[in-house]
T-cell receptor, first 116, second 115 residues
Framework: DSGVTQTPKHLITATGQRVTLRCSPRSGDLSVYWYQQSLDQGLQFLIQYYNGEERAKGNILERFSAQQFPDLHSELNLSSLELGDSALYFCASSAVGSGRGSDTQYFGPGTRLTVL | GEDVEQSLFLSVREGDSSVINCTYT??????LYWYKQEPGAGLQLLTY?????DMKQDQRLTVLLNKKDKHLSLRIADTQTGDSAIYFC???????????????FGTGTLLAVQP
């Protein structure tokens, strides 16, 4: 158990809909990352938040957005969903910037999104 | 570019050693990682190596790093059927500014362990 939790585990929805994925980082970690794993693109970095602020953006679509709340949990919002958005979405957290050293990222179990 | 390359498939017999190879791109990466993904599961951190090291051993796992060739390998000694999984190497890449980093993952190597 990495200490990172994600809900829900599975999500099935229709094209055009909007969903929210939730992540709670390991205790004390200030940084949260979102990744997408799909068959055609592999594992891709989407976005990083650090202590409530966006720090880095990767290949994240404009239809996707994220935020990190004062209690450090994060949500990834996916809107106007398309079939191609079906993927496994991972959240990770790390101690980077917290004074506890190590930028090692620990991953949650993922949310499997199926868009029909 | 940001491609991290791995061979797609490796098959070994139980009890043999497995060696999974990875070529990364960014010589300034400070940490390099190995993650394991079992079917239907998340990413489990196996081990990592700091870029100023050339070898790290952790029980059955040995990581070798050749910075000159940007080559990373993971050796699993006495491979067991429970080691069957997809193994990803990843390089940590700073994205500018403090407290920023992202992981660039390889394509993953499917390790099949035959009994």
């Amino acid at each position: 158990d990495s200490g990172v939790t994600q809900t829900p585990k599975h999500l099935i929805t229709a094209t055009g809909q909007r969903v929210t994925l939730r992540c709670s980082p390991r205790s004390g970690d200030l940084s949260v990352y979102w990744y997408q794993q799909s068959l055609d693109q592999g594992l891709q970095f989407l976005i990083q938040y650090y202590n409530g602020e966006e720090r880095a953006k990767g290949n994240i679509l404009e239809r996707f957005s994220a935020q990190q709340f004062p209690d450090l949990h994060s949500e990834l919002n996916l809107s106007s969903l398309e079939l191609g958005d079906s993927a496994l979405y991972f959240c990770a957290s790390s101690a980077v910037g917290s004074g506890r050293g190590s930028d090692t990222q620990y991953f949650g179990p993922g949310t499997r999104l199926t868009v029909l | 570019g940001e491609d991290v390359e791995q061979s797609l498939f490796l098959s070994v017999r139980e009890g043999d050693s497995s060696v999974i190879n990875c070529t990364y791109t960014d010589s300034s990466s400070t940490y390099l990682y190995w993650y394991k993904q079992e079917p239907g599961a998340g990413l489990q951190l196996l081990t990592y190596i700091f870029s100023n090291m050339d070898m790290k051993q952790d029980q059955r796992l040995t990581v070798l790093l050749n910075k000159k060739d940007k080559h990373l390998s993971l050796r699993i000694a006495d491979t067991q059927t429970g080691d069957s999984a997809i193994y990803f190497c990843a390089e940590s890449k700073g994205t500018g500014g403090g407290a920023t980093n992202k992981l660039i993952f390889g394509t993953g190597t499917l390790l099949a362990v035959q009994p």
